[in-house]
């Protein structure tokens, strides 16, 4: 009898032992991401560029490629690319996502997109040399000008992208990400731009990004806002994470490495599922 009961102690401890063996899982594969979009999605601004479109790993697609549960598998943003596709240039948005499809590196095996578009479509530069160097009712009247395009030829172009981007890759989870404010007016510091174009500027900059997280919400995407993340960071700020140098710089008005990491990285990580 002794042994009986021995036997049986042990075949109910294997018995307790097997299912916690057995339910211990492989650890989870990590997102297929792929990154598209301009200059803002490229990581210009931060230095260390790796090639001729400004993509630099201190970047938001090199930043998330770091985390353990991300994996960067392509990356075809460029700085200058636009929403709407142009003959020449560089990889305009419709370029780079159908360049991507045709390849197999973007598909139905995605989990995760980030696309930046919209700002080049408007030149951004171009209206801050105006507000610098013209007065400030023509710096006025041009960001009402671009305002009204960004509300008919731009949002336009993003449903079309949106869709191109949703076909491509259906599985998806894809994120929009918005422009930050380039100006700290509040500091009263940036001698280049007066404060009430600067406030100009940064008004025309909500602006585009609510008809950009409009047209993402209607593709069913995630809108993701920075502009909280640069509050007090921008030119004229005691710590600006905007890269400017009066115009010396190929990279003006970007954000710095710091900006791509404690503006946009924070946002974009909460918003992954």
Not at 74 to 93: I, M, Q, R, W, Y
Not at 192 to 197: D, G, Q, R, V
Not at 204 to 228: M, Q
């Amino acid at each position: 009898m002794k042994l009986f009961r021995i036997a049986g102690t042990a075949v109910m401890t294997v018995g307790l032992m097997v299912p916690v063996s057995a339910s211990v899982a492989a650890p989870p594969s990590p997102l297929n991401y792929v990154a598209v979009g301009d200059s803002y999605a490229a990581g210009f601004g931060a230095g260390s560029y790796v090639n001729e479109c400004g993509q630099s790993p201190l970047g938001l697609p090199g930043l998330l490629d770091e985390r353990k549960r991300i994996e960067l598998t392509a990356n075809a943003t460029c700085s200058g690319a636009e929403a709407a596709g142009a003959l020449g240039g560089v990889p305009d948005l419709p370029e780079q996502v159908g360049g991507l499809a045709a390849v197999g590196a973007l598909g139905s095996q995605t989990d995760l997109i980030t696309v930046s578009a919209g700002g080049n479509d408007l030149d951004f530069g171009e209206i801050v040399r105006v507000c610098a160097t013209q007065p400030l009712a023509v710096c006025e009247g041009l960001i009402q000008t671009r305002v009204i395009e960004a509300k008919t030829v731009v949002a336009g172009n993003l449903d079309t992208l949106y869709e191109q981007i949703a076909v491509a890759a259906p599985e998806a989870q894809v994120i929009v990400t918005g422009y930050p404010h380039l100006f700290s007016p509040e500091f009263g510091n940036e001698p280049l731009l007066s404060l009430e174009a600067q406030e100009l500027f940064n008004d025309g900059t909500d602006e585009l990004n609510e008809i950009i997280e409009d047209r993402a919400e209607e593709a069913e995407f995630e809108f993701v806002d920075v502009t909280k993340r640069f509050d007090k960071h921008g030119i004229g700020s005691p710590q600006p994470w905007i890269t400017f140098t009066g115009f010396t710089a190929i990279d003006d008005l970007h954000p710095t490495a710091k900006g791509y990491k404690s503006g946009y990285l924070p946002e974009v990580r909460k918003a992954i599922d």
